[in-house]
């Protein structure tokens, strides 16, 4: 018994070591213990051996791979011997579970070969009752054998089942006990739940080093985010500072304003006085023309020398100087008296706005005394406790001014003596308010406290009524439960009496006494045959070699037959000609065959070797062109975002307009609008001094022509034709300025967006040689694809032809063996013919000892058919048997699971009950308490209304 479930019944062996290969004995395994007793060589420990090998499939040690563990065939005279270990188990569940495994050994001419043969699992689905079976071809019989007994294969092996052999494995090396430890307890999971710690712990030390730099990191960004506040404060510090120092600016910006006005009015002055002296100069030069026609018409010329002309010139021009320095200093003295007039003129001006102001403010305070007196005088009509006259002046009011003031300090004194009684009030309000809220909080606490029981004992009760409702057992079920139970009963004393009945433990004892009978006549036949098969040894195995001759003969004739096509095929017909020499030509062809094999693997080896690095290569290339093109089309939108209405890229893509040309052109309407912008400065300079000098009436010229102006309406056009033109000009020069603005913003966007543009033509020109590159690889990778193809083609060809040659190779190293084995046998059979003697006195021959034998075999083996029936009915009665008393546990069990749930149910119903008295009490002291929180609140509310009472 391997646990509390899973017990071995019996065990069937057929064919290994010393049992028979016809054996039927069943051993039985009785329960607790099963003692096996026997001489040596009897095959106790053959027993074991079997339990391991339908357990776990591990042949025992030294059986030379299998061969020592079946029954000799040289024993059996036979030339295979077919072994069978059948074994009942119960598992875990209780369940029958057959396991059959299979073995054969055969007899070769020099060598015997052991062969494992099918294994079979099955039972029987206690549901449907049907057989099912699983063979090795579906699972792992070693494997499933131990989980459906619950015991590892570890423990099977090395424990419950070890070979005496292997029986001192706990003295074994260190590393061999620790396998076997490891194995038993399997200590595998534990290693590898250590291992997995480990790795656990080494990811977490590396998490750990992560986060560490990560704080590393953080704190940096913490110490550099308190720099940055310092620094901000400090800029703010600076900002302040910089903020007076622009208020200390400003003041003197307003100074140098004020300055700038006196510098304009001097400058308008000298602009005055240079208008002034160009219309002097004029004069001078008219006067000069008047000198010139006038000494073009003088008819006598001058005849003092030329040294008394230029004295007097010298005087004259003396002259002019002084008079000239007169005029200009007479201008300076009108200038600094028109200056002064200007001052005076402003001194009298706020003279003029402080009188204005002082008047108004006198005005002012004439009304607000004047309002004094009017209040004074309505208090004094209303506060009649202060006995005192209206007043009428000045003195009057500051008189009755005093009086307030003492009778204000009085009420004063009266006031703060109310608050202090109003205080004490509100105090004793306060306490009462405090109080009524204590009660109150205390009421409201009570009854949430026993809303919350209440809550808790629902939950309780609807919790116990869900149980009872899932506990719930009618009567009628119970009494269908014990009625099923007494129907299993009933089937269980059936099963026993139909067992008892049919008497078949003593049929199956009648069957084995007979077949014991039988086995005692084949004894003594085989007795009888083997002393005869001693005096007729040489003639029995002159018969055996000529049967191996002639099936050798047969056996070579037939591969010949069979493999002359493929033989034919491989080598030619010539070489079946010579069969002496078959062996060496279809070596020699396989040899031939695998050097091809291997010139081609070399081949395909080397365009492999190609092909990859061509795959190498467009795989980069092709990396590449998708970097290219990301690069490309990130550069290209920055490009068209940048000149979005300047430049279409597409067309310059196109070619249609050129990013070099668009630059010059838009620099060129550049110069050209600055050009345009500074002829309009210029001539808005021209026109406004001609339009100054226009409306000069001291000069009273043209300033173009210096024509006197016949009248003021000449005067008049000109200066509006002039201001009509500046106004042109101006509006002309805005839309110019307004043009030269947005084309400098586009010659900067573009100048900008060059270096971008000139990387985007490059990675443009990069991807297309990217591309050409990836199409020459595609195309390069596509040759070497098709030859290898073709080359796996001719390898697969090879391939096949050399394993058809492998196949061929063995065929004729079979029928050379063969021949080999037949020309041995000839020799062999020649020899003994020649030296064997006659055979005189036996009165039997052994094939009538062996027809007798076989009808002696045929009948026990139908006693043996017989008897498996009996046992495999005694079996199907016993499960029957078990089966029934199974179920009759199992009602019972589920009548007593019922009445403990109908025991559950009535205990839930008390509880139940109690639980709805408590909330029926809870619900009665809640209401209590809901009823005093009224009254509590209107107290409350009544002492806050006094408490606010006094407060007014």
Partial sequence: MLNYRSVTLQMLIKGIRAFSPDNQNVIEFFRPLTLIVGENGAGK????????????????????SGQSFIHDPKVSGETEVKAQIKMRFNNQLGRPVVTIRSFSLTQKASKQEFKTLDSTLSTTNPITGEHEAITNRCADMGKEVPALMGVSKAVLENVIFVHQ?????????????????????SATRYTKALEAIRKLKTEQAQEIKENKLKIDTLQKDIDLAVRLRESIKEDQTKADVLKGTMEQASNSQKKLQEELKTLT???????????????????????MKENSRLFDQMDVELEEPLEELLKHQRECEAEYEERHRRSSEAADKITRKKMDAEGVKRAISEDLARESKLKAEAEMHQQSLKGRRDFSRRMAEAHTELGAEAPETDPAVDNFQQKVVEYAAGQAETMQAMKQVHRAEEDRYSNLVAQAAGELNQVEQSCSSNTTELDRYVAQTEEKRRRQAM?????????????????????????????ESEELAAKISAARGKMDGLDRKIFDLNRDRDQLSVASEDMQRLRLMKEQQTKKTSECQQILDTKRNAITDFVGEEALNAPAQLGVATRQALQGLEGRLKQQNAR?????????????????????????????????????????????????????????????STQQTLDKQRTSNDSYNAMSKIFSDFVKRGKDPAQNCCPVCTRKWKDRT?????????????????????????????????????????PSYLKYEDVKSELQKMEELVIRLQEDETKLTDMMDSLSAETLEIESLKQKGTKVVKDVESIERLQQEMAQLARDVSYREERMPSLEGSTRSIQELNEEMAQLERDRKGLGTEREHLEGRLKQLENAVRWAETKHRDMREEYLKAEQRQKEFNQLTEAIAEAESWAVKLRGDIAAAKEKVAPLREQKAKHESAREAARK
Avoid at 609 to 614: K, P, T
Avoid at 714 to 743: C, H, L, P, Q
């Fill in 604 to 664: 395909v080896q080397e365009k492999g070797n190609e092909l990859s690095g061509v795959e190498a290569k467009l795989h980069d290339a092709g990396q590449r062109k998708r970097q290219l093109e990301q690069q490309r089309d990130t550069i290209k939108r920055q490009l068209v975002g940048a000149v979005q209405g300047i430049l279409d890229l597409e067309q310059v893509e196109s070619g249609t307009v050129s990013w070099s040309t668009t630059l010059e």
């Fill in 265 to 287: 009015l001097k400058s308008r002055n000298m602009h005055e006085m240079s208008n002034c002296l160009k219309v002097l100069e004029a004069q001078l030069e008219s006067k």
């Fill in 165 to 185: 052999d292997e029986s001192n494995w706990p003295l074994a090396e260190g590393a061999t006990l620790k396998k076997k430890f490891d194995d038993i307890f």
């Fill in 714 to 754: 000449e005067m008049d056009t000109f200066v509006r034709t002039y201001e009509d033109r500046m106004k042109n000009d101006g509006a002309k020069k805005a839309e110019n300025e307004k043009a030269v603005s947005a084309i400098k913003s586009r010659l900067g966007q573009l100048q900008k967006m060059q």
């Fill in 45 to 64: 420990t053959t027993i074991i051996e079997c339990l391991k090998m339908a357990c776990t499939g591990d042949l025992p040690p030294n059986v030379r």
């Fill in 471 to 499: 506990l719930h057992v009618t009567e009628g079920a119970l009494a269908e439960s014990e009625k099923q139970l007494a129907d299993a009963q009933q089937h269980v004393r059936k099963e026993k009496e139909t067992l």
